[in-house]
């Protein structure tokens, strides 16, 4: 992993500091090329996955550990980590926090800065989908907000739940948040009632295949003859 570091920083051009070096490797095949910004976003995919990121010091970058990129964010400094302040309509900040609460990342807190605004620092990723969240509930109408916990990867099953609710015509009736990080299907919904795209999600969610990635290295034969074979047995399926 430290070969790959040096690596992508030279490639970008970019003066990174590693003040210690890191324990683990990256295997990676890419079937085609990838850009400059790409392959950066790939090192911090790699390196978030090992506890790690990238933060900026002025003249220099350092990869640093998670805790400490988000002990900087706290201070005001821009790091993979964001804060936010969001302003309440209807909610307050008590009801908020707590519907919010399990979007939270290991490293994400919530905290209440009056009755009617709250403060949210986290992955961008994550805040950004809290926002979207909270938009949803704070509504003059009441919503319900139901966790439903899912095989698949929530994402790849949003547009197809969708699909089938507009078929139903319930598509105005349920908005739908996908939490990869813990397999989580989020629902908001006008009515107390989550019968209908709960049977729809265990229909998809049952049917669909729950696919496993994995990394094979090769001793005594080449790569691309195996892909070849493989890719010939799939198509004759």
Known sequence: INDFIKMVAKI???NLLITKPLDGKVNFISIKPLSNKELWQLLLDVLKQKGYTIVDNGRYLEVVPLKVAFEKAKAGKKTIFKSINIKLKYL???VCIKEIKPFLS???RAEVIS???IMVIDFEENVRQIRNIIKSLDKKEQKYIE?????TKPSLMIKKIKDMLASLKLENVYKLYADDYNNFLIVVSQVNKFDDIKAIIKKIDSKT???VTEVLRLKNTDAKEVLDILQKVINER
Not at 147 to 151: H, S
């Open 147 to 151: 966790y439903i916990k899912t095989n």
């Open 92 to 94: 307050s900040s008590k």
């Open 115 to 117: 009755s009617d605004k």
């Open 12 to 14: 970008n051009n970019k």
């Open 106 to 108: 290991n490293f994400g």
């Open 209 to 211: 295949a729950l696919i």
